[in-house]
């Protein structure tokens, strides 16, 4: 993705250089790799909240140490910056076409655990998105853990496509469509609300899709594959096979490998936010 020399978004917070202490017991990537079985990129519904709180940190950022940043880990976040600044450039043209003003969310940068509106995160959990204080989350040393442990291939698109996704969350918060769920999933059996969840994540992934669809110019060669091999990775039945050696249907939350594909694609072709209702084929 051609990133250098661009505008970079004013709405991010790098706590990196921050260390908040010690996870709580059985936290870290052994400890709550089953998290990434049942959500992966942090959907905003209130089964997901519900685990985001689990993952309570002992201490705060205030009780911390503070570190230079490596000059790799600062190449990073210029990089995400810029990513970022597409995204509400991106949503902004687009809400406006629809007569509308785009809230724009801000993006934090943690390392190991962050405390959040919705509670507090381990790293482990991987990047999500709070709709409690509208802000992105995101421990970019997850990026590795996604090329080393779940298959995706790397380059800085792919990171991209994580974004585009959790900021995907913050347009379902901005046109009430994650409240609805939410209130949908009230009473539902828990296959029943399952299903609203993955609707919900794969109209994420399609609002993933709309994003590289308007951000073709600054996109390269092998961009899109990069962002494709992503969600490949990431879809329910490959984390259910990594993590158990088994695939349970009855218990995804996110959508399979090919679901998740499929609407970053539609999206990606299409570039109309009216194409994008999930519910409609999922339910």
């Known amino acids: ?22 996870i709580a017991a059985g936290g870290g990537i052994i400890g709550v790799i089953f998290l990434l079985a049942q959500m ?19 201490g705060s ?3 911390g140490t503070e570190r230079e940043l490596t000059a790799s880990e600062k190449k990073q976040g210029e990089f995400v910056s810029v990513v970022f600044a597409d995204t509400e450039d991106i949503w902004g043209k687009i809400f406006a076409e629809q007569g509308s003003n785009y809230q724009q969310p801000k993006m ?3 390392t190991d655990g962050v405390q959040t509106e919705c509670g ?43 974004i585009a996704h959790e900021v995907g969350h913050h347009i379902q918060t901005l046109l009430g469509t994650s409240n609805k769920v939410r209130q949908m999933q009230e009473g539902m059996s828990e296959k029943e609300a399952n299903r609203l969840s993955i609707a919900q994540e794969l109209q994420a992934e399609f609002y ?37 050696g088994k695939i349970v249907p009855d218990a995804f939350t996110h959508g399979t490998s090919k679901q998740r594909m499929y609407w970053f694609m539609k999206g990606y072709n299409s570039g109309n936010i009216k194409d994008g209702d999930t519910f409609s084929e999922i339910m």
């Open 1 to 22: 993705m051609k990133w250098l020399g661009r505008r970079s978004s004013s709405n991010i917070e790098d706590r990196r250089g921050l260390s908040g202490g010690k």
């Open 208 to 244: 993933a899709g709309i994003f590289a669809h308007y951000n073709k110019q600054y996109l390269e060669e092998g961009d899109i594959e990069e962002a494709m091999r992503a969600a490949q990775a990431v879809g329910d039945d490959a984390i259910q096979q990594k993590t158990q």
């Open 120 to 162: 507090g995160a381990s790293s482990a959990v991987g990047p999500f998105y709070c709709p409690a204080d509208q802000n992105v989350y995101i421990d970019l040393t997850f990026m590795d853990e996604l090329k080393t442990r779940f298959g995706a291939k790397g380059g800085d698109f792919a990171t991209a496509y994580v």
């Open 40 to 58: 992966f990129l942090g959907g905003d519904s209130a089964q997901v909240l519900n685990q985001i709180q689990n993952q309570v940190l002992q």
């Open 61 to 63: 950022n205030s009780g």
């Open 108 to 110: 934090v940068l943690f």
